[in-house]
């Protein structure tokens, strides 16, 4: 059976990112050690040729979603940062702004702990790590600026604050996935990163920094 005409009319581009966005929607639902690339064809309505056809195999498919979910999580970011009147505040919209983008993505999570996943792709590997240990270097080039501006305090281990900072969010998401209903991410993101702030500001008892 032929596909529909309009799908027919789709550009290689948009079928490709078509193929992400039900990957990342099938592996919200199933886990992504489930999901097959028959799945993401049934989805959409097309065949596993037609799949293949944009993508060489199914871990160029996982590759190609890594690089979506990079893409647009780091231009989250980097707006919430520039809108920031200030490190700390620029610290705080990125925060809030990476637990809504994960919110809103439920699969993420569950690619970057999937063994099976990582162990069947270097590159993908390569790439969640380069992410993290760039955003970590994101966050401690933040807090460095706080502490120069006076917003922190002056001994902060701006290093170990900004591994607590990821820490926090890899918490949440992690504590969300498991418990599911139990646990709404947004709303235990607004209680814990108030408590991080607290824990960095410069102490009122000893005085302005000089």
């Known amino acids: ?3 529909e005409p309009a799908r027919k009319r789709l550009g290689a581009d948009e079928r490709r990112e078509e193929i992400i966005r039900v990957t990342l929607e099938l592996a919200a639902r199933q886990g992504v050690d489930d999901v ?9 309505g097309l065949t596993q040729g037609a799949v293949f056809r944009h993508f060489p195999s199914k871990d160029a498919i996982w590759l190609a979603t890594m690089q979506w979910v990079r893409d647009r999580l780091m231009s989250v970011l980097g707006r919430a940062a520039a809108a920031g009147s200030d490190p700390l505040d620029a ?29 069947r792709s270097t590159v993908l590997r390569k790439m969640v790590t380069e992410i993290m240990l760039g955003f970590e270097q994101k966050i401690a080039g933040l807090l460095e600026a706080a502490k120069a501006q006076g917003l922190a305090h002056a001994s902060l281990d701006t290093h170990a604050a900004a591994t607590l900072y990821l ?9 969300a996935s498991i418990l ?3 646990r709404d991410l947004r709303a235990e993101a607004a209680r814990t990163f108030p408590i991080f702030m607290h ?10 920094p000089q």
């Open 1 to 3: 059976m032929s596909e």
């Open 36 to 44: 097959t690339t028959q799945d993401m064809a049934n989805a959409m």
């Open 91 to 119: 610290l705080q919209r990125m925060f809030y702004a990476h637990i809504d983008f994960i919110a809103g993505h439920p699969a993420i999570p569950r690619m970057l702990m999937s063994e099976h996943l990582h162990g």
């Open 167 to 175: 820490g926090m969010i890899q918490g949440l998401v992690l504590q």
């Open 180 to 182: 599911r209903d139990q």
């Open 199 to 208: 824990a960095i500001r410069p102490n009122p008892a000893q005085g302005a």
